[in-house]
């Protein structure tokens, strides 16, 4: 995970954001010592606080919702997270679920969205069968930035 973190990182450095906040997403905002995504999430968040994980701002575990709406992080009582309601970047348990919510937003809610794989020696464009000429488009873009 401190990898992925690195490499969502890089990418935020990509599109001009300098200090990226990043979600680790789990199913409660409240730490679960038997799910492995929450303790993650608060490990995570401790190392990025003491500078072990670069220039980055990390909070977890955090619900999707307590992610993404900060009324909804104020109604769940969560405070003290800058993250909650304005991540730039979200960390995911796994690939699945990363999956799932990628293809929500593009089927569900009709947004256009990139996506590549980091951490090979070079950037690799990665589609789906089922995206849209647009998507495809920006994910070549994305890598094309990666590349440089």
């Given at each position: 995970?401190t990898?992925q973190?690195?490499?969502l ?8 954001i ?10 409660s ?6 799910v492995?995504s929450s303790?993650?999430g608060a ?5 990025a606080?003491?500078g ?6 990390v ?5 999707l919702?307590v992610?993404?709406?900060?009324e909804?992080?104020?109604h ?5 997270s ?6 730039d970047c979200?960390l995911?348990p796994n690939l699945?679920?990363a999956n799932?919510f990628?293809?929500s ?5 009709g947004?256009?969205l ?6 090979t020696?070079?950037p690799c ?6 995206d849209?000429?647009?998507t495809?488009?920006f994910s070549i873009?994305l890598a094309?930035?990666a590349a440089?």
């Open positions: 995970k990898v973190i690195g490499y990182a890089r990418t935020a450095n990509l599109l001009g300098t200090t990226p906040k990043i979600a680790c997403i789990a199913p905002e409240q730490l679960l010592p038997n492995i303790t993650e490990l995570l968040a401790k190392m606080d003491r072990q994980l670069g220039n980055v701002i909070d977890g575990p955090l619900s919702d992610a993404l709406y900060k909804v992080a104020e769940k009582k969560v405070k003290g800058s993250v909650a309601g304005d991540p979200l995911f699945e679920s799932v990628f293809k937003v593009s089927h569900l809610c947004g256009e990139a996506a590549m794989v980091m951490g020696k070079v464009v990665l589609t789906s069968r089922g849209t000429s647009k495809k488009l873009a094309c930035l440089k």
